[in-house]
């Protein structure tokens, strides 16, 4: 069921929004993740150095130390009370306030989450051929060619991808006339 839009009730909630100032809110928001996402990949870069890999903590290859060493990380980064609430087992919990259970509950998830962030920019560390590093080598092989004809070519090809449209057919021709010059000499 498609439904329709009034333009004029869109306007004026957007209005509205921009009103109360939800629009520099969305910003602000975008920045902290922007940076959230920064802090945990220096974070896993600091596992990384400490020797730990993605695999370790996950999957078939998890080993126990490593991921209890992760999970105490990320445990003792928080504030005290919450602490104390995660180490409370057994018949204990069940006298913790509704509010103190939801909140051990919500931590004990927000480990795993941690955890799992952490793994996720490790795999990032882990993978040294992303697919713009193939690119770079690639381009590295045409570029440390010995034959000028090979090296022309290669640089149409990265140059076209960059250059507007309206410039590639000039640039190409202009490769190709050098290139036929180059064959000319040889000859």
Avoid: C
């Amino acid at each position: 069921m498609k439904v329709e839009l009034n333009n004029s009730q869109v306007d004026s909630v957007y209005a509205a929004l921009v009103a109360v100032g939800a629009i520099s809110e969305l910003t602000k928001a975008d920045d902290v993740q922007a940076k959230a996402n920064r802090t945990w990949a220096k974070i896993a870069g600091l596992f990384w150095k400490a020797g730990v890999r993605a695999e370790h903590l996950s999957g078939d290859g998890k080993v126990a130390e490593y991921y209890a060493a992760a999970k105490r990380t990320v445990i003792e980064s928080w504030p005290a009370n919450h602490q104390r609430l995660l180490a409370i087992k057994g018949h204990d919990v069940a006298e913790l306030s509704d509010s103190e259970q939801g909140l051990r509950a919500k931590r004990q998830q927000d480990i795993g989450a941690y955890i799992g962030l952490i793994v996720r920019h490790l795999r990032k560390l882990g993978d040294p051929k992303a697919r713009g590093v193939k690119r770079a080598e690639a381009d590295a092989k045409v570029i440390e060619s010995a034959d000028p004809i090979v090296v022309i070519q290669g640089i149409i090809n990265k140059a076209t991808q960059i250059v507007d449209v309206a410039d590639v057919d000039r640039f190409q021709n202009a490769g190709l006339e050098m290139i036929a010059l180059l064959r000319k000499h040889r000859k």
